[in-house]
């Protein structure tokens, strides 16, 4: 089902609830239970395969949307008494964007068209598939909840491992603290570098985002435990503004600098 594109804004309302949508994401990607879609998911790539860059990968996908609707029950029941519907939407929507764009052909860039084509197969089945309103979201918002949604993967990832406290959670749990700086500096770089930006949808839920991600490192810094040591501050993350001033020999930057890098450096060590 084909959408107006006329959204002056999009939404990043699903934010509020993507643990658990992203809990659902991995159940679907994962390949631990099989898809009751092969024959429909067959049938779209034979009608519409020349969209792919990969068609097994395009394939693979339709099954993975197929597991993750029918997981979704928020998005199968629209009323009042709902509040999570349209978030539930929402976020298939830009499920459905960032899988497909990452595969589709330059020359096909158009989610509606290509998601059209998928519908055609699996709406009128046996799947239990709805129609879905999908629309092409703009590459500045998908960029940008990209980076949110790869900050909540982190996030969550890094819950799992630190409470499971295996035996990889110190290599791991840094390796998910880097991650999280990276994509987390870049963020704070949009929102602090334009007035526009500051308080539009994508800060507000940085800021909600680093809420999560202190009280993650909170939990852990109060207990007894080394795993506190592997687990970065987005407060003390390198910024590369930091960096840059210090290989221009300020002693002011050059301090802070060393502080990180020295921790960092004495982790890997004990690694």
């Known amino acids: 089902m084909t959408c107006k594109q006329n959204k002056k804004e999009e939404s990043y309302e699903f934010f509020e609830n993507i643990v658990n949508y992203i809990d659902k994401a991995k159940s679907a990607e994962s390949n631990a239970e099989p898809s009751n879609a092969v024959s429909e998911c067959n049938s779209f790539m034979e009608t519409s395969g020349s969209y792919f ?12 949307y197929v597991k993750l609707y029918n997981s979704l029950t928020d998005c199968k029941i629209n009323s009042s008494s709902n509040p999570n519907y349209q ?4 976020f298939l929507n830009y499920w459905v964007n960032f899988k497909l764009i990452e595969i589709m052909k330059k020359e096909y860039h158009s989610v509606i068209n290509v998601h059209g084509h998928l519908e055609s197969q699996i709406t009128f089945s046996n799947l239990g598939i709805n129609i879905v309103c999908i629309h092409d979201i703009n590459k500045d918002d998908l960029y940008k909840m990209n980076i949110l949604y790869r900050l909540y993967k982190n996030y969550t990832d890094l819950d799992t491992i630190l409470e499971s406290r295996s035996n990889t959670v110190k290599k791991t749990s840094l390796s998910l603290s880097t991650a999280c700086c990276k994509d987390y500096l870049e963020a704070r770089y949009i929102c602090d570098t334009s ?17 999560k991600y202190d009280k993650l490192d909170d939990k852990f810094v109060r207990e007894p435990s080394e795993i506190s ?12 503004k930091i960096i840059s001033t210090a290989v221009t020999g300020t002693v002011v930057g050059l301090i802070p600098l060393l502080g990180v890098l020295y921790k960092v450096s004495e982790l890997n060590i004990n690694l």
Do not use: M
């Not at 860059?53 to 993975?64: S, Y």
């Not at 978030?87 to 929402?90: A, F, G, P, S």
């Not at 526009?196 to 839920?205: A, G, I, Q």
């Open 195 to 211: 007035k526009n930006n500051s308080n539009s949808p994508f800060c507000n839920k940085l800021n909600d985002f680093k809420s």
């Open 87 to 90: 978030k539930c939407r929402d």
């Open 229 to 240: 040591d592997y687990l970065i501050k987005l407060s003390e993350c390198p910024n590369t």
């Open 53 to 64: 860059t990969v068609e097994e990968t395009a394939k693979r996908i339709c099954q993975q």
